[in-house]
């Protein structure tokens, strides 16, 4: 069943590009989702359709028709969870280093979404026009820890919106090369790197991307243990703003120095802690988890040398 959905900008949205708009206004739904809505005629302006570039007018009667949610060709799996945290809107989950979170082409299987249908069955929220997935943020494959995911639509938005307001608690521990004397924040706008689609660089134009870090205890062989709190939360944000400062993350592959002095399968990132207003219950809730042992295991190799 398709759902309907009617806007009216207000003065001092107006101005702003269709699919901006949109994106701001329905947090919930990602701004491609929305293009592509606009590109198949599913928005209308004033009942009639539009561009993605047309200009919102105050008083503009927008209408926006959602799809019913087409069903992924994703099979479940019986792959071992880590919940930290369930309930009948969500589930909180710790995932490990080297597991994909949704499938993509070179990782059919084997993903937290195989896992989670097979966990979750018929239970996992439908939003962005995909049944099911229930994912609402992700972490990169060789990044460990915490994510929620959501088993309605209704947590989903309500998450979503959230995760828009940057008002979710985030928090990593990492190991960068490098003294890191001092905490600091980096303001710096990502986008894909033009000249390699694989990696994200800070690009004037780009979304805007927001770390806070602060060095939480020194290492030898040149190397600092770091906390990152996330304002915003785009791709890559904490691998290439560390970078950035010229400090890498230890065994980041894409970022950090080729020649890595531990045998390491990426970068040594761990997302232990996750707040938010629980949807339903509207409490303030708080999830940690410690760090894994393959991280554990250097961390105190650097401390011992």
Excluded: W
Aim: proline share 6%.
């Amino acid at each position: 069943m398709k759902n309907s959905i009617e806007l009216t900008p207000e003065t001092e949205e107006a101005g702003l590009r269709l699919d901006k708009y949109l994106a701001e206004a329905l947090p919930e739904y990602s701004r491609s989702f929305l293009q592509q809505l606009i590109e198949d005629g599913a928005v209308s302006v004033n009942e009639r359709p539009v561009k993605a570039s047309y200009k919102a007018k105050c008083g503009d009667f927008i209408r926006v028709v959602i799809p019913e949610p087409e069903r992924l060709e994703i099979e479940p799996e019986d792959i071992p969870l880590d919940i930290v945290y369930e309930d009948d809107a969500l589930l909180v989950v710790n995932k490990p280093q080297g597991m994909v979170v949704h499938p993509s082409f070179g990782h059919a299987s084997g993903t937290l979404v195989n896992a989670l249908m097979h966990h979750c069955g018929d239970s996992l929220s439908g939003v962005n026009g995909v049944l099911r997935p229930g994912i609402v943020h992700r972490i990169d494959k060789d990044t460990s820890g915490l994510l929620v995911v959501c088993k309605t639509d209704r947590a989903h938005r309500d998450l979503a919106l959230q995760f828009a307001e940057h008002s979710i608690v985030r928090v990593y521990t990492a190991i960068c090369h490098g003294n890191v004397a001092e905490a600091g924040t980096v303001d710096a706008p990502l986008a894909r790197d033009p000249k390699d689609r694989k990696r994200i660089a800070i690009i004037s134009g780009g979304r805007r991307a927001v770390t806070h870090f602060e060095p939480v205890e020194r290492l030898k062989q040149d190397f600092t243990l770091i906390r990152c709190r996330l304002e915003t939360g785009r791709t890559h944000q904490i691998r290439v703003h560390m970078a950035s400062l010229h400090h890498p993350i230890l065994g980041d592959p894409v970022y950090g120095p080729k020649k890595c002095p531990f045998h390491l399968n990426g970068q040594l990132l761990h997302a232990g802690i996750l707040g938010f207003v629980h949807p339903i219950t509207k409490e303030q809730v708080l999830f940690t988890r410690d760090l894994p042992e393959h991280f554990t295991k250097v961390l105190k190799n650097l401390r011992n040398q």
